[in-house]
């Protein structure tokens, strides 16, 4: 062997050896962030930048918010293009999402946060408080799509965030189908099946507490809590990303 290929070799080893160090200390690489409904992706910002600067390959889901059907395809679309095992993150309706997608055989974790947690032949809708007296602040188009009332939206559900971001949010919010997203049984439950994370709010207004709790405890989640509303997530993108981390090293093989 000359020279020149020599030093091939041993500069091949050394990328293959760091690579693997590299692998061994951030556990699963790849990560999808599906994104709720009243969202889209870019709410995920924050900690697509912390989790990119630790090494992982990330992807977000554009859910169309059309049909549970049409946002799992979405996700399958994109988890199908990572190149081995993947976390699948939901925040609020994404959990939903997620849960169902989650039986993809790519996905070998799944990571909640403020999000739904529905079981087989549950709902998201059928997931939140009924009470006729105070109805979801939600606004009903004619074609059957939700927006969240705007009045509502900024101290009900993003008071979490600084008031121009917040205000952001609900003036460019994408509504979800009343029946085919919000309304729609799922027919997999892939945490009954694998292991999950759950960030739980202790003061949100979509989904309460209590709800939250329900729906990790009857999963047996790993729990994190943090303090504040339904977004959360990106209040608290350090330690929202953290959890997702610590999901992805748990999750590796060993």
């Known amino acids: 062997m000359n020279l020149a290929k020599a030093t091939i070799a041993v500069l091949a080893a050394t990328l293959l050896t760091t690579t693997a160090a590299i692998s061994d200390e951030i556990g699963v690489k790849n990560i999808v962030l599906v994104h709720g409904a009243w969202a889209d992706g870019s709410g995920w910002r924050a900690i697509y930048d912390i989790l990119k600067k630790d090494g992982y390959n990330v992807r977000m889901?554009?859910?169309?918010?059309?049909?549970?059907?049409?946002?799992?395809a979405a996700t399958d679309r994109v988890v199908n293009r990572m190149d081995g095992p993947?976390?699948?993150v939901g925040h609020s309706y994404g959990g939903a999402v997620i849960t169902?997608?989650?039986?993809?055989?790519?996905?070998?974790?799944?990571?909640?946060?403020e999000a739904f947690m529905p079981d087989k032949g549950e709902s998201v809708f059928g997931l939140l408080p009924q009470?006729?007296?105070?109805?979801?602040?939600?606004?009903?188009?004619?074609?059957?799509?939700?927006?969240?009332?705007e009045a509502a939206y900024v101290p009900g559900f993003a008071?979490?965030?600084?008031?121009?971001?917040?205000?952001?949010?609900?003036?460019?919010?994408?509504?979800?189908?009343l029946k085919g997203a919000g309304g729609t049984k799922l027919k997999v439950a892939?945490?009954?099946?694998?292991?999950?994370?759950?960030?739980?709010?202790?003061?949100?207004?979509v989904i309460p507490p209590?709800?939250?709790?329900?729906?990790?405890?009857?999963?047996?989640?790993?729990?994190?809590?943090?303090?504040?509303?339904?977004?959360?997530?990106?209040?608290?993108?350090?330690?929202?990303?953290?959890?997702?981390?610590?999901?992805?090293?748990?999750?590796?093989?060993?």
């Open 61 to 72: 889901v554009q859910n169309p918010l059309t049909s549970l059907a049409d946002d799992v």
């Open 86 to 88: 993947t976390i699948l």
């Open 100 to 113: 169902q997608a989650g039986d993809n055989k790519k996905v070998v974790g799944l990571v909640y946060v």
């Open 131 to 149: 009470d006729p007296k105070n109805p979801p602040p939600f606004d009903l188009t004619k074609d059957g799509f939700v927006f969240f009332n």
């Open 159 to 177: 008071d979490s965030l600084p008031a121009a971001d917040a205000e952001f949010f609900r003036d460019s919010q994408v509504p979800i189908s």
């Open 190 to 205: 892939a945490w009954r099946t694998k292991p999950s994370w759950y960030q739980t709010a202790d003061a949100d207004h």
């Open 210 to 254: 209590a709800q939250q709790e329900m729906m990790f405890t009857r999963a047996h989640s790993t729990v994190q809590k943090v303090t504040g509303g339904h977004l959360s997530f990106i209040a608290h993108a350090d330690e929202t990303a953290k959890l997702i981390e610590t999901a992805a090293k748990a999750s590796a093989k060993p």
